[in-house]
């Protein structure tokens, strides 16, 4: 009787300072993070997503994106992700402040999406890239995201947001490829993606 005791007592010790590592710890050191406000410029950093954005997260995150993608730019040290361009900075903790959830990401397939905002501020690259990835970026084996797009006919002019796209995922002649929601706010969510800004707990070199 005295042995199972031990060996009870002993699971719950043994639980007990898992809870305390892996819960309560971080919760105290981190999860009362406020955002930064810049003192010479007055941005609150990290800024927050607008509605469109927001809704692009969700996309992001139902498409699968980060099964091939992460969003955290190493320290230096364990990766050459600084020297890849890839930011201008590690990312810390506060910089998913905003993220439910935050996008961390499993592998990285294909690049690290922490700044793809500042490395591709253009949206016409971004729907380019979603509607036919191996013709944008050559060797990519990127799946297409066609699906968030629609091709219709030409009814006068081009629609102000058809997709200026390369042979062959050009439409035929009289039609145009225009993106639907969904590819707006997930391009939208890509665009904001930029945390090139300088904390205080992570400052740019």
Same mark, same amino acid.
């Given at each position: 009787m005295n042995r199972m005791s031990v060996i009870i007592a002993g699971i719950f010790i043994t639980f007990f300072c898992s809870w305390i590592g892996l819960v309560a710890y971080p919760y105290l050191a981190l999860g009362r993070y406020l %955002?930064? $406000?810049d003192e010479d410029t007055g941005d609150i950093l990290p800024p927050p997503l607008s509605g469109l954005a927001e &809704?692009? /997260? /969700? =996309? @992001? !995150?139902?498409?699968?994106? *980060?099964y091939c993608h992460s969003q955290q730019v190493r320290q230096i040290g364990y990766g050459s992700d600084l020297e890849r361009g890839w930011g201008a900075r590690p990312t810390v903790a506060r910089d998913y402040m905003r993220e439910r959830p935050a996008f961390l990401g499993t592998m990285r397939t294909g690049p690290d999406l922490s700044n793809i905002g500042a490395r591709q501020p253009s949206v016409m690259w971004h729907h380019q890239h979603l509607y036919q990835p !191996? =013709? $944008? +970026?050559p060797g990519s *084996?990127?799946? +297409? @995201? &066609? @699906?968030l797009y /629609? #091709? /219709?006919k030409i009814e006068g002019q081009m629609a102000a947001n058809a997709i200026n796209l390369l042979p062959? +995922? !050009? %439409?035929?002649e009289g039609y145009? =490829? =225009? %993106? #639907?929601y969904d590819a707006e706010a997930l391009v939208a969510y890509l665009i904001s993606l930029n945390r090139n800004y300088p904390l205080p707990e992570s400052p740019e070199p």
């Open positions: %955002p930064f $406000v &809704r692009g /997260q /969700q =996309v @992001y !995150a139902s498409s699968g994106c *980060i !191996a =013709v $944008v +970026s *084996i990127m799946p +297409s @995201y &066609r @699906y /629609q #091709t /219709q062959p +995922s !050009a %439409p035929p145009e =490829v =225009v %993106p #639907t």
